[in-house]
């Protein structure tokens, strides 16, 4: 099946539609009309599925009328008359309707595609406490002989074990709960995740009381992570019988714990909500959860037990604009309200991770090199909260700026304000005539007076300060702290061993440059540091991050721009994030990167994000960077971080270290990432 690049279906993703129609009492013929109408509607918004309300075909209310034949009868016929209808349109659609099978009467879900019925799924758990009765009426699922059901004169599949597997889109296996079932201590839909469902619908009638709606969202996110499933909740709307409850139309769609979308609740108006389920999310997530294949394992006679139906999903074409929110920045928290509380979260795990080591060490002090630049930064605040944490002086911080032969005057100052700001051990130690010394000791051309500013003579500045830090450890009894982050980690940006890759424990090795930005911003806004510090961090948010290894023309600024050569870490970011996280393809992740970061004027930014900081990338940018990210980080840079130091993981994203969330080979090939980016993105 061969789709646009632009088309959601070309990257795994589902787009899903939960439909609340008007509903009358006891009136299949209009019911019907409704449910053809919104599916007509869903099916132009692209969506490949459509799950309505239990019992919609009928209205849920109907009581002891839903035992009269010519009620049912009338179902019957609105199926058929849906089964037409569903020619024209692209979902499959999933209707409740009462059915009579062997001589019982059940609350099922008919499933609906391309002129015929799939299959029927009753409910299972029927409740018959408070305001239900519905053992009067119908008998469960559960108990059902009956492996086929007679609908409109043809035979179809039945059970409660029924999965529906889409033979032409990778991941779509539909299972399906009515719901009481999700209520029950041990609900279908988890047996039908270890089955294979990927998309688990759920026709429901839960009725309004105060406090519910947010025990359905506690639900269905719960339901959804455990399954690690896409989880599709439709209530019904307008219409259901008030004599003694009341509805409000609440529908949603989760995805692996997640609220993708949900409707207005009470809202007098027809509603088809909608929103891109990501099934290779969920692919990967669940090849990587060894405990789900267990339990799969555990329950393999009731997995065994479920029939799989085969269909051939008719793909939208034209699916439009993805719909589903794509942070640009997967590291970082947009929703204020969560912000102060991951930042500081963050930082307790830094100042965690650090305080244990220097208790297991026996050790009261930390040597750490300063540049004035955001890294050192970071981890120099850590540092000094750990010696708070600690009851020790700020003065057992050892902070060293190591200027060499292209300091800028702007980091070489930030670096010994910030010292003193923060009332730590500041002292500069020029490393040029070291430098020099070894230039010459090696024969390098600079050493007779040649501008010569290759690897080695980078690496020689790189190697004499981490060279200094280890013996001032030494010297004074200390821990070096490394400054490194997860970005530079990832990109292979730092020199190895005798470098800037080594130190003795790491706070910021889970960190991404993004995210230590936005730490930074944090701190400034909410406060964390006094009224001098924030001054000296907000002139080094400002300045280019840089190595500093090569001199310029201009003194008083960074003369390289790191990212010039590895990319702008917004975006290297977002692609470590998608690659590492979860493994999606080069492709994937250039179509969502263009999704996060092809308008800056489209979806959130992060308030602290300043307007000029606000940028746009387009699809040749984002696939160039994204190459240079591919070779880097699966040929080049493996051999140094599989020599990394020790340093606490802050985030889900993961890190990078090779005795936790990433273990590569140091001499593996990039070609089959290139080759799909080059072969598949335009």
């Avoid at 029939?307 to 929703?335: K, S, T, W």
């Avoid at 701190?523 to 961090?537: H, K, M, P």
């Avoid at 940018?621 to 040929?635: C, G, M, P, S």
Wanted: aromatic share 8%; glycine share 8%; proline share 6%.
């Amino acid at each position: 099946m061969s789709l646009s690049f632009h088309n959601i279906y070309a990257h795994g993703f589902l787009r899903a539609a939960v439909c609340v129609p008007e509903i009358r009492v006891a009136d299949p013929v209009f019911n019907g009309d409704r449910a053809i109408a919104l599916a007509e509607i869903a099916s132009r918004q692209g969506a490949a599925i459509a799950v309505f309300p239990e019992l919609n075909l009928t209205a849920y209310t109907v009581e002891d009328l839903v035992q009269q034949d010519a009620l049912l009868d009338q179902a019957e016929s609105a199926i058929g008359r849906l089964a037409t209808a569903s020619r024209e349109v692209a979902p499959v659609l999933v209707v409740g309707a009462p059915l009579r099978v062997d001589g019982q009467l059940y609350n099922c879900a008919v499933v609906i595609h391309d002129g015929r019925v799939l299959g029927v799924v009753p409910k299972s758990f029927l409740p018959n406490y408070r305001e239900y009765y519905e053992k009067r009426h119908y008998a469960s699922g559960r108990d059902a002989l009956a492996r086929e059901a007679v609908v409109n004169g043809e035979r179809v599949p039945f059970g409660t074990t029924l999965l529906f597997e889409a033979t032409n889109v990778d991941g779509f296996i539909l299972g399906i709960e009515i719901c009481e079932d999700l209520w029950a201590p041990l609900p279908p839909s988890t047996f039908a995740a270890l089955a294979g469902a990927t998309v688990i619908a759920n026709l429901s009638a839960s009725n309004v009381t105060i406090g519910k709606p947010e025990y359905r969202r506690t639900l269905c996110s719960a339901q959804s992570g455990a399954c690690v499933a896409a989880y599709l909740y439709c209530g019904p709307g307008p219409g259901e019988s008030t004599t003694d409850l009341a509805w409000d139309g609440h529908a949603m769609v989760w995805e692996n714990g997640e609220l993708l979308a949900e409707s207005q609740r009470f809202s007098r108006e027809e509603q088809v909500v909608t929103a891109d389920v990501d099934l290779d999310r969920l692919r990967q997530d669940r090849m990587r959860l060894t405990s789900f294949a267990d339990c799969a394992a555990e329950h393999r006679i009731k997995a065994e037990s479920y029939r799989r139906v085969p269909f051939a999903l008719r793909v939208p074409r034209e699916a439009g604009a993805l719909r589903r929110n794509v942070l640009r920045f997967p590291y970082v928290p947009a929703d204020p309200a969560l912000r102060d509380e991951r930042c500081h979260e963050v930082y307790r795990i830094q100042v965690h991770g650090l305080v244990k080591r220097l208790e297991h060490a026996g050790l009261t002090k930390v040597v750490i090199g300063v540049s004035g630049g955001l890294d050192s930064t970071q981890a120099l605040l850590v540092a000094v909260r750990a010696m708070d944490e600690l009851g020790l002086p700020r003065e057992n911080v050892l902070g060293y700026s190591l200027p060499g032969f292209a300091t800028s005057d702007a980091t070489r100052d930030s670096a010994n304000r910030l010292m003193r700001a923060l009332c730590v051990t500041g002292e500069e130690i020029d490393i040029r005539p070291s430098c020099a010394q070894m230039l010459a000791d090696i024969g390098h051309p600079f050493a007779r007076g040649e501008q010569l500013y290759d690897t080695t003579f980078e690496n020689v500045q790189a190697g004499e300060r981490t060279s200094h830090l280890f013996r001032l450890a030494n010297l004074h009894g200390g821990l070096v702290v490394g400054t490194g982050d997860l970005s530079e980690i990832a990109l292979g940006w730092s020199t190895y061993g005798v470098g800037d890759q080594m130190s003795h424990y790491n706070v910021n090795a889970s960190v991404p440059k993004t995210l230590i930005t936005h730490l930074l911003r944090w701190c400034i806004a909410a406060e964390q540091v006094s009224a001098e510090t924030a001054s000296v961090l907000r002139g080094i948010l400002g300045t280019t991050i840089s190595p500093e290894l090569v001199p310029g023309d201009d003194a008083a600024q960074p003369s390289q721009h790191s990212e010039a050569v590895v990319g702008p870490y917004e975006l290297q970011d977002f692609t470590l994030y998608y690659v590492s996280r979860f493994g999606f393809r080069p492709s994937k992740v250039a179509y969502l990167a263009l999704q996060a970061w092809g308008d800056a004027s489209r979806g959130s930014w992060p308030d602290l994000v300043p307007p000029e900081r606000r940028h746009a990338y387009d699809l040749p940018t984002i696939k160039r960077w994204l190459e240079v990210f591919l070779v880097r980080f699966f040929r080049t840079s493996q051999f140094k971080r599989s020599a990394m130091p020790n340093g606490p993981k802050v985030g889900s994203g993961g890190s990078l270290s090779p005795r936790g969330d990433w273990r590569a080979p140091s001499d593996a090939e990039e070609a089959a990432w290139v080759e799909e980016l080059r072969s598949r993105v335009p």
